[in-house]
């Protein structure tokens, strides 16, 4: 199937890659000449303009996007003029649900039609097997589907329902990303309070073979480990995408208590004015799996 993705930065490109190793025609579409570059040279065909990238071939048109939220209304007014009646344009990015449910309805007016693809795993995922909830109109979506198994690690893929309903419940793993971080980093805290002199580097490795606890959230921080033993070069500041604020705020919508979340918020806009080493932990995790920006020590 023919692939033609907007924004080709870490997880676009990963993306891409993926797509391509299960011989999917993948066209890209990125501003930055250096990303176009980059993914040129692994044999992807790239486009420094929208007249390229969606031709009419008298396909049924998939545009796959990965691009921050704020973005996502500007790009598909800027590719409207170039689709057609039954095109697809694939959000895959961390957008509102609230967002996606209009944006759903503004092209249904418009003919064209709308998934909502939560997209976890990191960069990682990305490349090699990602987590995709995916919502929208079931025969929509199931044109699609087996694209989205290809590029999903195995069982890593199902349809959530409804426009919207992707996206919600990305939003809501994120959510509980926050409140399992959190724990993961106040534990460290605790480690680095005591008399011990520990190794946090065999501990977190001990931890990630047959604890409870094991999980990739454990593994991306004993990577961080392996590369600053101490999380030294790093500065605890830890920023938030804006999902768990979302999700605290259809919680109180809903009237549901969610105080394990709703504190690792807080600790995040507090990692700003101090610099405890749980942030440091959160920060480094982060970095590991997103590739997130991390702030260095002055």
Not at 61 to 66: C, G, T, V, Y
Not at 81 to 105: C, H, T, V, W
Not at 235 to 245: F, L
Request: net charge negative; glycine share 10%; proline share 2%.
């Amino acid at each position: 199937m023919k692939i033609r993705l907007i924004g080709l930065g870490k997880m676009g490109a990963n993306i891409a890659l993926n797509l391509k190793d299960h011989g999917h025609i993948v066209y890209g579409f990125d501003l930055n000449k250096q990303a176009r570059e980059k993914l040129s040279a692994e044999g992807i065909k790239v486009f420094s303009d929208f007249d390229g990238l969606l031709k009419d071939d008298g396909d049924r048109k998939i545009i796959w996007m990965l691009i921050p939220n704020q973005f996502v209304d500007q790009e598909i007014e800027n590719i409207t003029p170039f689709l057609n009646q039954g095109d697809i344009i694939i959000d895959a990015g961390n957008s509102n649900f609230n967002l996606s449910m209009k944006r759903y309805e503004a092209l249904k007016i418009k003919g064209i039609d709308f998934i909502d693809l939560g997209t976890s795993g990191g960069t990682f995922g990305a490349r090699n097997g990602a987590c995709l909830m995916a919502g929208g109109e079931k025969e929509v979506v199931d044109y699609v589907e087996p694209v989205f198994i290809d590029v999903a690690v195995e069982d890593g893929y199902t349809y959530t329902g409804k426009p919207g309903s992707g996206h919600f419940v990305k939003m809501v793993h994120n959510g509980i990303e926050y409140g399992m971080m959190q724990a993961i980093a106040e534990g460290f805290d605790l480690l680095e309070a005591s008399p011990f002199e520990l190794d946090y580097q065999n501990i977190t490795k001990m931890w990630n073979h047959g604890s409870i606890i094991e999980s990739n959230l454990i593994g991306y921080i004993h990577e961080a480990f392996k590369k600053d033993a101490h999380l030294d070069e790093i500065a605890g500041r830890v920023d938030d995408s804006g999902e768990g604020m979302w999700t605290i705020e259809e919680a109180l919508k809903y009237k549901v208590a969610m105080p394990v979340i709703t504190q690792s918020l807080f600790s995040r806009y507090k990692s700003r004015d101090e610099d405890k080493f749980a942030e440091k932990v959160v920060a480094a995790m982060r970095k590991e799996f997103g590739g997130h920006a991390v702030y260095k020590k002055k």
